[in-house]
């Protein structure tokens, strides 16, 4: 349910920008985040042939909230997180950056081809900001959901994109948690504005390149952490003592292969 209430306040905030920012009453802010949540479960569910009620619920139960985070709890959440991010944008001033075709950097489709990588690197950016008081460049990321990121990859990627699609340089980062209504840190210095430019797009060309060549030799080595809470294939995985591993992960010591595995 996280992913999907994640993707409806993504695409609530998206329609705002696009429509220009208007002055949204509460109602306005209810009726149009309903609507896209609506539609997120019934995209999800078409998609993949999950019903909503065998969905997994994230979060914390408590008194407040028994069923945890649940489709009520994202409609009753939707509204104010998108009240937030307008008065966000109101008290930062921070503009919209506008591509030299003319596009509004607003999820932002970048898709670049990497040298010795056989596949184009493809992004979408949440957003390209332009910081009023320096005029620089903020590839920006909204998170929704209760964890944070952990360090700068995804950030220096969108950088590296949009280096190789428009010849532009991001100088800084930033990440807004749309739960809060503000820009945090990642890393103790409580940095909000993040400094990019040490991560160059030849070094991170030439990582995701290494990540390639691994990727090639078919060898995936399990890499555990916080981000296995929100991996989709952790009811699968071993490491994350997942109900299926045993059917799917190799490594599982009861790892039976099913026919279906076996015969591709
Ligand atoms: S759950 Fe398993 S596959 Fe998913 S991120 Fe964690 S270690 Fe990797």
Known sequence: MAAVGGKAAHSLIEFWDL???????????????????????????????IPMDEWRVSGRATKARPNKEDIEWWRAELPKMGQMYAEWREKTAWEIWITPDGELAVELEIKVPLPDVEVPFLGYIDRV???????????WDAKFGSQSPEDLVQLSRYRMGLELRYGVQAQ????????????????????TLMPLSHLSSSIVAGDIEAQWRLIQTGAYP??????????????????AKGRDAWKHDPSHPGYKPSALTLAA
């Open 19 to 49: 429509e220009g920012g208007p002055s949204w009453s509460i109602e306005d802010w209810e009726d149009e985040a309903s609507a896209v949540l609506d539609a997120e479960v019934s995209r999800t569910e078409t998609e993949s042939g």
């Open 129 to 139: 900001f332009v910081e009023p008081d320096t005029g620089a460049l903020v590839v």
């Open 172 to 191: 800084y980062g930033a990440i807004y948690k749309g739960r809060t209504g503000d820009l945090i840190p990642i890393f103790k210095d409580g940095k």
């Open 222 to 239: 399990a890499s555990p952490g916080r981000h296995c809470s929100w991996c989709d294939v952790r009811n699968s995985c071993t490491h």
